[in-house]
């Protein structure tokens, strides 16, 4: 039987500061050693940071805001949702020991803070705050007025035109667009207006996620937060709302996210489509800063062929293209137009003979061969519509009007009545005139003043002031007798020339226009005389043809709002 032998607590001591000794000096050795390619690859996280600018009252956010530019209608707003605004960037990331000898991650990871300029720029910002908001909302109010033009020119273009015509759809979901834009503008607007008297701070809103794969190489996704005790500089520390980092994570003191690349900045253009040798070639899309969008082809850099543009002033043009100038929309004539006729005493007396018109028997058979023209089918189409001279200057009778517009009204063909300006009589005289000797009759067209003076008889009655101010009192006179407004006939070079003289005249009234070319003039018409050597069944000689700017449902819809 043995003696059992008493423990040394001395000896004991000595055993565990062996112990700690070596686990210190194993635990040193294993920190200072470099990380293996897996233990890196463990350590690397991918960041996702988001962030944007929140206007703020107390603590309600009243908008919120893409960037702290100088003008707000260029960034992304929105007054109740963030992920609406917010600029992205990826980059990396390192989980990060809070100690050196102590395994103390708790979920922190180093990685960049690509706003960490922001405190001084926001100081600067809050110091004029008030003031700027009154800016931006004038900014807002002037960019609302210029999309909701934008929008009046594209329902105009969508009005006039039939699924079938090339351009519509690009113009339709352009529509789309632009009508979003505007709601955005107008939601940031309203936000404004209803600041009024509270007080306001615009403070930074940033968003970091952590992106890692699991065990079973699955992603996943965790939410982190800025921790607020870091110094502002582009590195920082963030953490995990769960202050954990995955099992499979390596944590090291001497954490290294890697090098930042800085986003390239918000170009002045974006360019989406066909290049070739660095050169826009092909079809594609432009769109800049300043508001100006392209859909359509290129060539050599330049617009060529068809697209559709719409400029910072809401100006919209669909059509042909070459050398980056806009050329017109080339019509495709299709029995489904709406077309008409207008006639004088010339259609009735010429070669010194005198011939009637067959009514019952007007079809159109030819459009004209003086300009190209683009034509789908045989040409017999019906007559809808025709313009009728009544009477010129203050003397002047077409003794044919009375005995055409009954025919024309008995045959079913809608009737419209036109007065030849003259610059030499008094425009309320001329008025009375055409006005006396005119039939109007429920269903009929708008009048109509035929303007034709060349530059010398312009110039003759005092120049282009005195011109509109006659045409003016003409206008009124006319529409308060027969309660519709009438329509402004004129042509392309009168167009060009005069009406930038009188942009009311072109607001106020429709445009009937004669241009002989193959392109659709390049503004607001009712209707086109496209040609006058047009040839018609039933009618000797040339006549004038013409073609409403509209296919059947819209020419229905004129009728009803615009008819005598």
């Not at 001591?13 to 000794?21: A, D, I, N, S």
């Not at 594609?284 to 290129?298: E, M, P, Q, T, V």
């Not at 809808?384 to 009477?391: A, E, L, R, Y």
């Not at 009168?494 to 241009?515: G, H, Q, S, T």
Request: overall charge positive.
């Amino acid at each position: 039987m043995s003696k059992n032998k008493k423990l040394n607590p001395r000896r004991l001591l000595r055993w565990l500061w062996v112990l700690l000794v070596f686990a210190a000096v194993s635990w040193i050795g294993w920190y200072s050693m470099p990380m293996t390619e897996s233990q890196k690859q463990r350590n690397k996280t991918t960041i996702e940071y988001k962030s944007c600018y929140a206007l703020m009252s107390g603590k309600d956010t009243l908008l919120y805001i893409g960037e702290l530019a100088n003008d707000w209608t260029r960034v992304k707003t929105s007054p109740n949702d963030e992920s609406k605004v917010m600029k992205k960037e990826t980059f990396g990331g390192a989980w990060h020991n809070k100690y050196w000898l102590i395994p103390s991650c708790l979920g922190r990871i180093v990685t960049y803070n690509p706003d960490y300029k922001a405190d001084s720029l926001l100081r600067i910002v809050n110091d004029t705050l008030p003031q700027l908001v009154k800016k931006q909302e004038q900014l807002l109010a002037d960019k609302s007025k210029r999309l909701e033009r934008t929008l009046e020119e594209l329902r105009y273009f969508i009005r006039v035109h039939d699924v079938a015509d090339e351009g519509y759809h690009v113009v339709a979901a352009h529509y789309a667009e632009v009508e979003a834009d505007k709601e955005r503008i107008d939601s940031a607007l309203v936000a404004l207006q209803n600041i009024g008297d509270k007080p306001l701070r615009m403070q930074l809103v940033q968003r970091y996620t952590a992106i890692y794969k699991n065990r079973r190489g699955k992603t996943r996704r965790r939410n982190c937060r800025l921790l607020k005790s870091d110094n502002p500089s582009l590195i920082c520390t963030i953490q995990t709302r769960n202050r954990l980092k995955p099992i499979i994570a390596y944590a090291t003191f001497a954490s290294d996210p890697g090098e930042y690349v800085a986003p390239e900045p918000m170009p002045e253009y974006t360019y989406d489509g066909e290049k070739e040798g660095g050169k826009r070639e092909g079809h594609g899309i432009y769109f800049d800063r300043a508001g100006n969008y392209y859909d359509g082809f290129w060539v050599n850099d330049q617009r060529e062929g068809f697209g559709c543009s719409v400029d910072s002033a809401g100006n919209v043009r669909v059509g042909l293209w070459k050398e980056d100038r806009f050329r017109g929309e080339r019509l495709n004539y299709t029995p489904e137009r709406i077309y008409g006729i207008d006639i004088a005493r010339y259609q009735h007396e010429m070669d010194g003979g005198v011939f009637p018109i067959n009514w019952k028997n007007l079809r159109i058979t030819s459009l004209g061969v003086k300009t190209p023209k683009t034509i789908t089918g045989a040409v017999n189409y019906p007559v809808s519509f025709v313009f009728i001279k009544s009477t010129e200057g203050t003397t002047v009778l077409n003794k044919w009007f009375a005995s055409d517009y009954a025919e024309a009204r008995k045959n079913g063909i809608r009737v419209g009545a036109y007065h030849f300006f003259s610059t030499k009589s008094d425009p309320l005289e001329q008025a009375r005139h055409f006005l006396t000797n005119t039939k109007f009759s429920r269903g009929d067209l708008p009048p109509v003043l035929d303007v034709e003076p060349s530059d010398a008889q312009i110039e003759a009655m005092g120049g282009a002031k005195v011109m509109f101010d006659w045409i003016r009192t003409w206008m009124r006179t006319v529409e308060q007798y027969t309660k519709v407004r009438p329509i402004l006939y004129i042509n392309q070079m009168f167009v060009n020339r005069y009406m930038p003289l009188a942009p009311d005249v072109a607001e106020d009234y429709e445009v009937w226009i004669a241009r002989y070319n193959e392109f659709k003039p390049d503004m607001h018409l009712a209707f086109w005389q496209l040609g006058y050597d047009g040839r018609l069944s039933g009618i000797r000689g040339d006549v004038d043809i013409n073609v409403f700017n509209g296919y059947k449902d819209d020419w229905e819809e004129y009728l009803k709002q615009r008819a005598i």
